[in-house]
């Protein structure tokens, strides 16, 4: 085992949220409460929005928050992230080593010696950046990435908190959809558009409602070039089967040129496309080109924030990353992200392990070509075996005047 660092910890929440985020932040408040006792860690800090709050000194101390046990229940049990989140992206080394400068006197002045970041694809991207600038400058420090992403992208992890209650809800919801639809006679269309931008998982769990007697008839993602002809065509071949079709669609697909369906002039900080529309555009393309009753639904952020219809099975995985990521660290673990591996068991098993950041960081893990048919329009057995152990259990939140009671940090 590595040197033990004694003093303080902080960690901090970047990126969308989701519906386990807190669940992830509850593992390493329990962790680093249960480093206290052996005298370890003696505060954990939570940063207010991410890096962006730590270059202020927003922090708050969590020991202090989180003393009773009862609150840290009500937190895995909440939406978003409690601690605020960003998307600030920090320079590349050598660029400007000022805001570097800034968070290892921060550092220094509250005697931080670890650091967690929770987050996606582009917060992993900045705890390799951090710890490469720590280590260069000879501070000792443990520096650890917690995954968290409903997109379901990160790479080596087997899967990411916050997914499969994101999964659960699109589920779910896709299957309610498909029940509402199927009262009417009169022939209509309704493309339901999912979060995912350049990987289909969110929209491939679409395929789950056909538990619930209610499956998509098609699911069109980004990994496959979308072809508005092959589409009109699948449209026609359903609506002789049966009068009401339901197509999910990632908010990605893009055409063979590889220009998005619903892509904008705009970009975010980190350079990706703004999407939104594609559901719209397929809606419009439908009406003209096929002339029936046709609506585009887009479940927007209810994916990611849906805590009410949380999978068990990802609350307690996203718990168990946090604790084991600050036991890592402890044991002198720096610079890895956490990961969620399966066991070689009939029955579904996970354990959490890690691996360098630097291997993931940056990279996009897309739907495998094994999961997604011969024609591009759907996924395969295959997709939803490994699929379906993610949603599975249910985690309902204690409720207080009729609604699901919440944590808001102080």
């Keep these: 085992?590595?040197?033990?660092?004694?003093?303080?910890?902080?960690?901090?929440?970047?990126?969308?949220?989701?519906?386990?985020?807190?669940?992830?932040?509850?593992?390493?408040?329990?962790?680093?409460?249960?480093?206290?006792?052996?005298?370890?860690?003696?505060?954990?800090?939570?940063?207010?929005?991410?890096?962006?709050?730590?270059?202020?000194?927003?922090?708050?101390?969590?020991?202090?928050?989180?003393?009773?046990?009862?609150?840290?229940?009500?937190?895995?049990?909440?939406?978003?992230?409690?601690?605020?989140?960003?998307?600030?992206?920090?320079?590349?080394?050598?660029?400007?080593?000022?805001?570097?400068?800034?968070?290892?006197?921060?550092?220094?002045?509250?005697?931080?010696?670890?650091?967690?970041?929770?987050?996606?694809?582009?917060?992993?991207?900045?705890?390799?950046?951090?710890?490469?600038?720590?280590?260069?400058?000879?501070?000792?420090?443990?520096?650890?990435?917690?995954?968290?992403?409903?997109?379901?992208?990160?790479?080596?992890?087997?899967?990411?908190?916050?997914?499969?209650?994101?999964?659960?809800?699109?589920?779910?919801?896709?299957?309610?959809?498909?029940?509402?639809?199927?009262?009417?006679?009169?022939?209509?269309?309704?493309?339901?558009?999912?979060?995912?931008?350049?990987?289909?998982?969110?929209?491939?769990?679409?395929?789950?409602?056909?538990?619930?007697?209610?499956?998509?008839?098609?699911?069109?993602?980004p990994e496959q070039s979308f072809d508005m002809n092959s589409f009109f065509a699948d449209v026609r071949a359903a609506l002789d089967r049966h009068p009401n079709v339901v197509i999910a669609i990632s908010e990605g697909i893009r055409f063979a040129d590889g220009t998005y369906v619903g892509a904008s002039a705009t970009k975010d900080v980190f350079g990706h496309n703004q999407l939104s529309g594609a559901g719209k555009i397929l809606e419009n393309a439908l009406k003209q080109e096929i002339g029936c009753k046709v609506r585009s639904v887009e479940l927007n952020i209810s994916q990611r924030c849906a805590s009410h219809i949380a999978s068990k099975t990802d609350l307690d995985e996203s718990v168990e990353v946090g604790k084991t990521a600050v036991e890592k660290a402890i044991d002198g673990i720096s610079g890895h992200m956490m990961t969620i591996l399966r066991k070689d068991s009939e029955e579904y098993q996970s354990f959490v392990s890690s691996s360098p950041v630097a291997e993931i960081a940056n990279k996009v893990k897309s739907v495998f070509d094994n999961f997604i048919n011969a024609d591009g329009n759907y996924v395969t057995d295959e997709c939803i075996s490994y699929l379906r152990p993610l949603i599975m259990g249910e985690a309902y939140p204690s409720y207080e005047n009729g609604v699901p009671k919440q944590y808001i940090i102080k």
């Excluded at 989140?85 to 509250?110: T, V």
């Design 1 to 221: 085992m590595e040197k033990i660092l004694y003093g303080n910890a902080v960690v901090g929440q970047s990126g969308g949220p989701t519906a386990a985020i807190n669940a992830t932040l509850a593992g390493v408040i329990i962790g680093a409460k249960e480093a206290k006792k052996k005298g370890i860690i003696n505060n954990l800090f939570g940063m207010r929005n991410g890096v962006e709050g730590l270059l202020d000194e927003r922090l708050v101390n969590l020991s202090e928050e989180f003393e009773d046990d009862a609150d840290i229940d009500t937190l895995i049990h909440t939406p978003a992230a409690a601690l605020g989140s960003c998307r600030k992206k920090l320079p590349k080394a050598g660029e400007n080593d000022a805001i570097y400068e800034r968070l290892l006197e921060i550092f220094k002045k509250n005697d931080i010696r670890y650091f967690f970041y929770i987050g996606g694809n582009d917060s992993m991207d900045t705890v390799a950046k951090l710890g490469a600038y720590m280590e260069k400058n000879s501070y000792e420090m443990r520096i650890i990435g917690v995954p968290k992403t409903i997109d379901n992208d990160l790479d080596v992890t087997d899967h990411t908190p916050g997914y499969g209650s994101a999964a659960k809800y699109i589920a779910t919801t896709v299957a309610e959809i498909v029940r509402d639809c199927a009262v009417y006679t009169v022939p209509a269309v309704t493309v339901v558009e999912i979060m995912g931008r350049d990987a289909g998982w969110l929209t491939a769990a679409s395929s789950l409602a056909k538990f619930a007697g209610g499956a998509p008839d098609y699911i069109y993602l």
